[in-house]
């Protein structure tokens, strides 16, 4: 159990992520200057930290909170925090943020550029990394915070980031000339945040891939064209120019995708890897070489095009429009299952990486009993 003199820590094994275990700690007694000490409250769990677990040495993502066994992460994952002592000029004790977390009950950070907004994490091993995941958000200030919402915040908020960058991105490159947007996973959360952002646009075709169980519920989702299952992949007319976004990782399937659709595949973007049992390298391929797509390097193209201001006006614009089917109260979207206690949440963990949470289900976990 959490005490006030301990933080525990959730590790998964950084080569089989269904496997976890709790690290404990004592808390400092006192802290440095300029530190602050946060008790992590809540934080969502889905496959897109799956996604960060398995491309957790490539994209860096084990470096945001290290462990001291190199066969261990920790997985960061969005949340909310109360500061509960604080070092540091600009942040008070008992206020709420916004950000990227340990699974933990505690975490120090040491705030720089503290601003009315919130501030960056600037401890020595996070310099360099993506600055998109260092930035910490007053839910005083921030002008997207609703208290109602804060579960569909952490659960969506960072995906549907993705999302908007995604659309954003294939727009950006003229659909590399494709008329139709395919996206495996369809039922995932960033992958039908792309879907609904493509879908208003109405420029392109928006097909999903999907399991059989998952059928009915993306297809009622009503922002793919088209939905088929993942045997379904031969009976696609392979005859339209097509982009292929992969949420899944399977390499089975973007094999059978790149074969089948040849000279007709136009862009083939690797996003995540929810079917983590399946990733790996699939050597030559059909058509273009497989991409992978990195949100911060549209993020830091768009503030060059846009500035900063723009970039985030647009997405608040994009992120109310989404939240209305989200939250609708007859067929939401996104139901949340709030899961309390260290062992309840590895367990939840687990369901996730293992692909046993229905679609419309959002894990909103809490080491806090």
């Known amino acids: ?8 820590t959730l590790e998964v ?16 007694t006192a802290l440095a200057s300029d530190e ?5 409250e809540n934080f969502a769990f889905t496959a897109n930290n799956v996604t960060y ?6 994209m860096h993502y084990w470096q945001f909170f290290p ?42 950070v040491k705030p720089d550029r503290v601003s009315p907004g919130g501030f960056v994490d600037g401890v020595a091993h996070r310099v360099g990394l993506p600055a998109v995941y260092n930035q910490y958000v007053r839910c005083s200030a921030d002008t997207g915070y609703r208290e109602s919402l804060e579960a569909q915040q952490a659960l969506l908020r960072p995906l549907f980031f993705t999302s908007f960058l995604i659309d954003d991105f294939l727009y950006d490159n003229a659909w590399f000339g494709a008329e139709r947007i395919m996206l495996s996973s369809a039922s995932s959360k960033t ?39 993942y045997d379904e992949v031969a009976d696609i007319g392979n ?19 790149h074969t089948h659709f040849g000279d007709a595949l136009k862009h083939s973007a690797s996003i995540g890897g929810t079917d983590w049992q399946h990733l790996g390298k699939v050597g030559d391929l059909p058509g273009p070489r497989p991409a992978l797509f990195f949100a911060p390097s549209q993020i ?21 429009d989404f939240m209305v089917p989200v939250t609708r109260p007859d067929q939401p979207w996104l139901v949340v299952n709030s899961v309390l206690g260290v062992e309840a949440s590895q367990a939840a963990m687990q369901r996730v990486v293992a692909g046993k949470v229905k679609p419309d289900e959002g894990m909103m976990l809490s080491l806090w009993g």
């Open 1 to 8: 159990m959490p005490t006030t003199h301990t933080c525990l």
């Open 13 to 28: 094994a950084k080569s089989h992520p269904d496997q976890s275990r709790v690290v404990t700690a004592p808390l400092p």
């Open 36 to 40: 602050v000490l946060l008790k992590v």
């Open 53 to 58: 677990a398995m491309f957790g040495d490539a």
């Open 67 to 108: 462990s001291s066994d190199a066969a261990w992460g920790v997985i960061p994952v969005w949340g909310f925090a109360t500061v509960l002592s604080s070092a540091a000029d600009g942040v008070t004790v008992g206020e709420r943020f916004y950000g990227y977390f340990p699974t933990a009950t505690h975490v120090v």
């Open 191 to 229: 992958a039908y945040g792309t879907a609904f952002c493509l879908h208003a646009r109405k420029a392109v075709d928006v097909v999903g891939l999907t399991s059989k169980s998952n059928l009915d519920f993306t297809r009622g989702l009503g922002c793919y064209t088209e939905v088929f299952t």
């Open 239 to 257: 005859h339209v120019p097509t982009v292929y976004v992969d949420f899944s990782g399977n390499t089975d399937l973007r094999r059978a995708i």
């Open 300 to 320: 830091q193209k768009r503030i060059k095009d846009w500035g900063n201001a723009t970039l985030m006006q647009r997405l608040a614009a994009a992120w109310t």
